[in-house]
């Protein structure tokens, strides 16, 4: 099975209301944000919301090959960067199984030379960037090497 194919699956899923989303809150106009819409008057907006919010995750889902960053394993088909709230929290299990790695989006970047994922949100107390920026654009370790003419 194909990666698209098993998103869109994962968002038909939820749509039909066989999985819910791993953590979603719809605003429903007069009632505010609801989590998940159970009560009938907010159901279809709050489908329709979510249906809107995860198709758009899945148009701008991220990809790397692999990893810049110290102490990753190279995945077997890459790295995938999304906003996992808005899915089934079973689907990064499936697509782990498929092979690939997921991550956060607002974690992490791409090395603007050679694409791959670097960290850019601290992981714990004694992390340290492995990249650079440099006029605008994120270079990884591997790529700047051991210049040093900041």
Request: charged letters at 30%; a negative charge.
């Amino acid at each position: 099975m194909t990666l698209e194919r098993v998103l869109k699956a994962a968002v038909n899923a939820m749509i039909r209301g066989h999985h819910s989303p791993y953590c979603y809150s719809a605003h429903v106009p007069g009632k505010g944000y609801v989590n998940d819409g159970s009560a009938g008057f907010d159901r279809a907006d709050y489908l329709k919301q979510l249906e809107w919010s995860a198709r758009c995750e899945v148009d701008n889902l991220g990809f790397a090959p692999g990893y810049a960053e110290p102490g990753y394993a190279k995945p077997k088909r890459g790295v995938l960067f999304a906003n996992w709230n808005v899915f089934p929290d079973k689907l990064q299990g499936i697509l782990e199984r498929m092979g690939y790695e997921c991550e956060w989006s607002d974690e992490w970047a791409l090395c603007d030379e050679c694409e791959k994922a670097v960290r850019t949100e601290p992981s714990g107390y004694f992390w340290e960037p492995a990249f650079k920026e440099k006029e605008g654009s994120i270079v990884c370790r591997e790529c700047y090497g051991d210049d040093d003419d900041e």
